[in-house]
């Protein structure tokens, strides 16, 4: 492992602390206003405690009261509520389900008697305010079509020290709060209305949540008198979902005033926390007009896709939010295509959807994998990774299955087949022969223990990440699979993060990023090989079974994203992909004006190269034995 420069070690870990403890000082605030009306309001540490536990998912001893009756109803189903990622991605998929683990209550109340202290509304009031003027707004001035992703600013980490500006970043308030805005549309896996409803503009007309059931914690400052009446403007679409599964979409669907629209696919749910401690990023459509009379010859495949993902809710409310969706003009959008999951076995999604979007132009690359001098690598960035296919034998569903499905080593015959029961899976080292042969090299970005643990907010951010693979000796020999024989974990370059100007270190990134690029010997000197790109795949679907499917049965969550194909974007226009470490920390790979109608550039929130973990020292984070 490379050596410290003790000096640098020294500042680093004072400047950890002091940003650590600034950091804690904004969550108490929060904390203090989120958390009114309970007996433990007085004691800071019983606060601190749940400021931490919330961020991981577990019970909080102080709970939110509801103020409305519509969310007191949510309280018994919110016992069944979930952590998003612990619930269904660290689970076999043939595996026991009756564990409680992971369940947890946003909804109750310690306190359900006692009556509001005038004062510290007053103070609350106050605070929420000066919360709310924290965080900066501002318009990007960068062309979102040729370059859509925004990295959410973060209380965190760029508004501690110094506020921090760049082009680069947006914020909830940069999505929700236009005076332009008249209707909105939230999917997420968590909603805390504290945080939610102080984002919008009084001007807003309505507020439409999809949420799972149990998943909304309530609003609690029916006093303040601008939030109560944008509260009012709130309706929820609630349904029952089956144990370990989720609603786990994010997305926003924006109708403004002039009749346009816009769509954005953030990483985080919506809540403060999750916004503000792991890395989030969003991805931003250009402005979408109403339907012409010129424009209603073809329908873009991305809206097709987006139509029968709320199709296949099967409910009405649902179904009636789409007379609006089907009046926009999708043609911006006609060289992307929407990618979702969903249970209902009606559609095909997941990676059944993914793959019959790419298999056209994988094809066309299969007789040259075996005899040109062409490396093809395929990166899977993920929050958490799912235990293994198989009981029997370890299985990932990234190396043995997406991959073979893609390179020809398995039969993409199978994605057609509607009756087919069961996929033969070639043993590892077959695979691995297959791999050497075809020149394919696997990538799977995951925080280590380190990283986890030393970030500028300490431990805090690790919540929202799972692997669990040290809890028996079957676990044990999938995670040695990964490690040791495909070698294929990477973490984010030490050099980069430990670089002075970049105030996020090693937190890790919430996103989920599917990337495949095609390298030369010719080109294969440079240390990055995902500058240029054959295609991505931005979602909110982690590396499971119940995010993807395994083609042979549905996805078991709702998932949704967004494919970028370089086959499918306009003659000699380029996809690129970039990093914002670089592009707002350290100032070095912006993209320039005059490249910007020759490349589409995606950004990802994680150093580009990647680097390989030492697996003599380094493993991936374990939330059951790293957890402090």
Not at 457 to 482: D, I, T
Not at 588 to 596: G, T, V
């Amino acid at each position: 492992m490379e050596k410290k420069n003790s000096s640098d070690a020294t500042y680093n870990k004072s400047r950890k602390r002091s940003a650590s403890e600034a950091a804690l000082q904004v969550q108490k605030k929060w904390a203090e206003q989120s958390y009114n009306n309970t007996e433990n309001n007085n004691n800071n540490n019983n606060r601190e405690k749940d400021i931490k536990d919330i961020s991981y998912g577990k019970t909080s001893s102080s709970s939110f009261k509801a103020n409305n009756a519509e969310l007191i109803n949510t309280r018994e189903s919110s016992k069944r509520l979930r952590t998003e990622d612990a619930i269904d991605l660290t689970i076999p998929f043939e595996s026991d389900t009756s564990s409680t683990d992971a369940i947890i209550d946003l909804t109750s109340s310690d306190n359900e008697t006692g009556k509001p202290d005038e004062k510290k509304m007053i103070k609350e009031k106050e605070t929420f305010a000066n919360l709310q003027k924290k965080t900066k707004t501002h318009t990007p001035e960068i062309n979102l079509d040729n370059s859509p992703f925004r990295l959410i600013k973060s209380e965190m980490y760029d508004t501690i020290d110094n506020d921090i500006s760049s082009p680069y970043f947006i914020t909830m308030k940069d999505i929700l709060n236009g005076s332009n805005l008249k209707e909105t549309i939230l999917l997420s896996f968590q909603f805390e209305l504290d945080f939610i409803i102080p984002q919008f503009n009084k001007n807003i007309e309505k507020i439409t949540i999809i949420a799972q059931r149990g998943t909304i914690s309530p609003f609690t400052h029916p006093r303040d008198k601008q939030l109560w009446e944008i509260f009012q403007h709130l309706e929820i679409i609630e349904f029952q979902m089956p144990p370990y599964t989720c609603h786990h979409s994010k997305m926003i669907i924006n109708y403004y005033r002039d009749n346009s629209c816009k769509i954005f696919l953030p990483s985080n749910n919506l809540t403060y926390k999750e916004t503000n401690l792991p890395q989030q990023v969003c991805w931003c459509s250009p402005k979408l007009v109403p339907l012409t009379s010129s424009s209603l010859d073809t329908i873009p495949t991305f809206k097709e896709n987006l139509i029968d993902y709320f199709k296949s809710y099967k409910m009405g409310k649902i179904t009636n939010l789409l007379k609006k969706l089907e009046s926009i003009d999708f043609s911006p959008l006609k060289n992307f295509n929407f990618i979702y999951s969903t249970p209902n076995k009606d559609f095909s999604s997941g990676l059944k959807l993914l793959a019959k979007n790419l298999l056209p132009t994988e094809k066309k690359n299969w007789s040259k994998m075996m005899d040109s001098d062409i490396t093809s690598h395929y990166l899977c960035q993920t929050s958490s990774i799912g235990a293994s296919l198989s009981k029997s034998k370890p299985i990932n569903i990234f190396t043995h299955l997406m991959i073979p499905l893609l390179t020809s080593i398995m039969d993409s015959e199978v994605i057609y087949d509607e009756n087919i029961k069961k996929l033969n899976f070639k043993d590892t080292q077959e695979l691995l022969t297959d791999y050497e042969n075809m020149k394919i090299v696997p990538y799977i970005v995951f925080p280590t223990k380190e990283e986890c643990l030393n970030t500028p907010m300490q431990y805090l951010p690790s919540g929202w990440f799972h692997f669990k693979y040290l809890h028996n000796e079957q676990s044990k020999s999938y995670y040695h699979m990964l490690s040791k024989d495909f070698q294929i974990f990477y973490k984010q370059n030490r050099t980069k993060i430990n670089n002075i100007r970049y105030k996020r270190k090693s937190t890790p990134a919430h996103s989920k990023f599917y990337l495949k690029s095609r390298i030369t010997k010719k080109n294969s000197t440079n240390d990055n090989p995902f500058e240029n790109l054959d295609w991505c795949l931005y979602t909110s679907a982690n590396l499971s079974v119940s995010a993807l499917g395994r083609i042979t049965s549905a996805p078991r969550n709702y998932e949704v994203g967004i494919l970028f194909n370089n086959d499918e974007l306009p003659e000699k226009m380029q996809l690129k992909c970039k990093s914002f470490v670089d592009t707002i920390y350290l100032n070095n790979d912006a993209p320039q004006d005059k490249d910007a109608n020759d490349n589409f550039t995606l950004m990802v929130p994680f150093t580009l190269p990647v680097s390989k973990y030492d697996t003599d020292v380094e493993r991936a984070f374990c939330q059951d034995v790293d957890y402090p």
